[in-house]
């Protein structure tokens, strides 16, 4: 399976929750992405459904995460 994540084809070992996803996601790049903000398919995911909501193959998934510094 694949999705499309910030842009780019990759690939999704199986369906999962928008948490399960986020929690894989920040393991792999090595950040905290609790604070993310999350759109699948153009549509804002609030944090309180991500455990309702799943990414899927073919999803466009959007993950922005905002980093303080000086």
């Not at 084809?9 to 792999?28: A, C, D, Q, R, Y």
């Not at 804002?44 to 959007?62: C, L, M, Y």
């Amino acid at each position: 399976m694949e999705i499309i994540l910030n842009g780019k084809k990759v690939p999704l070992e199986k369906e999962m929750t928008v948490s399960e996803f986020i929690e894989n996601l920040g393991k792999e790049k090595n950040m905290n992405l609790s604070g993310a903000v999350v759109l699948i398919d153009d549509a804002v995911v609030k944090k309180a459904d991500w455990d309702k909501s799943f990414v899927k193959a073919g999803a466009a998934v959007e993950v922005l995460a905002f980093v303080s510094g000086g």
